[in-house]
């Protein structure tokens, strides 16, 4: 029988239960999503919005799949796998994800540490990234273990930072005054004058990748791992099959905001800082300063303080959480042991970021593991998910159609790709750290 809660959602607008999506929207643009969006814009312009179009558009497919076939199974994926193939394989796929989240957490810890660094006295930045991050680990640590209801408490404030995200980037998006003509060009399919194509290659000691900001543009906008554990989060929802709808409009809503947020600060970047591209945040800020005005500069660091933080808490969570739906563990983001394994992949994302930053190790070779499950775990979640939208014992009448399949066939060929071409990335950098 459902709850007084269950049954006013359940009468309630579509747009009023929105929640899911937007936390998965906030997971995928993170930190290096801001800096790639903003690359893109001042390395070509306009002239890639039809791109970051597409990305959005197949991501949009695999959340919308996602969506449904966990609302029509009323199961998790992991749970649904487990019946349909067997428990072994659901827990694979609880594995490789947690792995790939936990290996990159290390970079949530150090956006966090770049901020921080920024702030420290002369001669003590290290210590005070240190203490910042284990600062910010200890805080979610205990909110972990003290809140009740962990999803709701979090939907609530990621409505909350989406709303600060958009108000910020879209008052300097104001201010910047971009050439609407070219952003319609834009959205035109092209190839930006000077952009050369090719794979990854060593030159002179180093590795140099063309379509390095394509190819980073595509893999973050269009998060297979996001997109997979939309089947957990709607489940948090307690929506079943009378929700089909309410989780497809959820995932739009998701996507639209995702892709809208990316478009307005390529498109800030390509009309400010137009052949300035910048290699990190503080670069990006301190480049936009003189360039926007001290207000707009100060409502862009307000918007910053989101985009470092909503990833750093949800990354480690759908982690956890996933190893535990994967090995047949209570798998809602308040269970223990979702909560215990979360906590697992906050502290693995500090110490290796402690390491890293302590040993000045590159943060490139720290991230090789997590760039190894990128390559297996993208094409196994995409392709598991294609299947399991077309399955008609999972969806019956419900299964996807010829435009959703051709779409998803499509997404999973740019996933391959991607994956195919970081393969060929990781050994050159395994040739070169051999050489070193």
Known sequence: ???????????????????????????????????????????????????????????????????????????????????????????????????????FQFSNNLAIALVAGAFAPEGHTLTVQILAMGALNLVLGVFLFKATHVFKTIERIMK?????????????????????????????????????????????????????????????????????????????????????????????????????????????????????PADNIAGLALTLRPLLGWVAFYVFCIGLVPIALNPFLINAMIGGTALADGLGLPGKLSDRWPRILTLGVLLVGFFVAAFGLWTRTAPVNLMIVGQAMTVIGNPLMAGTLLWLANRRNVMGERRNRVFTNVVGVLGFLVVLALSLRMVWFLYLRISLLRGA
Not at 71 to 76: D, I, L
Not at 255 to 262: D, R
Request: proline letters at 5%; a neutral charge.
């Open 160 to 276: 909350v930072m989406v709303g600060v995200v958009l108000v910020s980037f879209l008052f300097n998006l104001f201010i910047a005054k971009p050439d609407w003509l070219g952003v319609l060009k834009g959205l035109v399919p092209g190839i930006p004058e000077g952009l050369s194509l090719g794979i990854p290659r060593i030159v002179e000691g180093a590795i140099t990748d063309p379509l390095v900001l394509i190819a980073s543009l595509l893999g973050t906008t269009f998060s297979v791992a996001g997109a997979f554990f939309q089947g957990n989060l709607v489940r948090e929802k307690n929506w079943d099959v009378e929700d089909y709808y309410r989780g497809i409009g959820d995932s739009v809503a998701g996507v639209c905001v995702l892709t809208l947020v990316s478009a307005i600060i390529m498109t800030t970047a390509a009309t400010v800082i137009f052949g300035r």
């Open 1 to 103: 029988m459902p709850t007084p809660v269950d049954a006013a959602t359940a009468r309630s607008p579509w747009w009023r239960s929105i929640g899911p999506a937007l936390i998965t929207a906030c997971v995928v643009f993170g930190p290096g999503s801001l800096v790639i969006s903003s690359n893109v814009g001042a390395t070509y312009g306009y002239e890639l919005l039809w791109l970051l179009a597409l990305a959005g558009l197949l991501m949009g497919a695999y959340m919308t799949m996602s969506a449904r076939t966990g609302v029509t199974a009323s199961a998790s994926h992991f749970t649904t796998l487990a019946r349909e193939v067997n428990r072994p394989f659901a827990a694979l796929l609880g594995i490789v994800l947690c792995l790939t989240c936990a290996a």
